[in-house]
């Protein structure tokens, strides 16, 4: 865990209202908590794990402690903040927010594992069509890369596959395409790779702080229903879905 030193602002996007922080390692970090909610910071906490797992680039994170000093004199920080336990992930410079045009040169294979990816955590949340959306997905000018951020919405119960073919960031790549299942997504392939990211859930839950834990209603419930969610390629509803 790294400790915050520093709250230098709040960040223009995210409806989360994070704000970029320096840690006690000299690095930059952008903090969600309370405006997040803990639910929310449990589900970027699993995500966010199980993400970079997966082979995502998604920015390194860890938990970062608040103390209560940095925010006690402002209402803002109070509300957003407060003190305690938040989740943390790196800042990255020379980003720029994906549009279609930068998706339809990016790599396919890295926006097809972004679909799946998404599908299996059920996370509605990174969309983008023509006409504007939310992708949560950023274009990294220097390297030219995709970086993937922002996983408080994942695990959506009214998740819906039809939306997620329809409005999902990836979906441009499938246009005109009848038949979404073949040859796109291999089967093997996927459930490989869930499997060997699954056996890693036990230790990313345990280190799930129990601050969080104890502010969520039914938070056993709610890990269990997780673990159904996770297990559900295991059926072949689960695929047969994409067709």
Known sequence: MINIVEIQQKMSQGKTEPWLCLGDDSKKYVVKRQSATFKGCLYEWIAANLGQRFGLAIPDFSLANIDEELVEFDIDLMIGLGAGVAFASRFKENLQEVNIGIVKKSDRQVLIDLFMFDYWINNGDRTLTVRGGNPNLYWN???ESLVVIDHNLA???GFSIDDHKKFHVSSSIFKGQGDLFT???DRKYYEVKFNEVMGDLDGIIDNIPNE???????VLGEIDRIRVVLSAF???DFWEALK
């Open 141 to 143: 000018v220097v390297t």
């Open 155 to 157: 695990f959506e119960q």
């Open 183 to 185: 040859p796109l997504f």
């Open 212 to 218: 969080w834990l104890n502010e969520i209603q039914d």
């Open 234 to 236: 295991k059926n072949d």
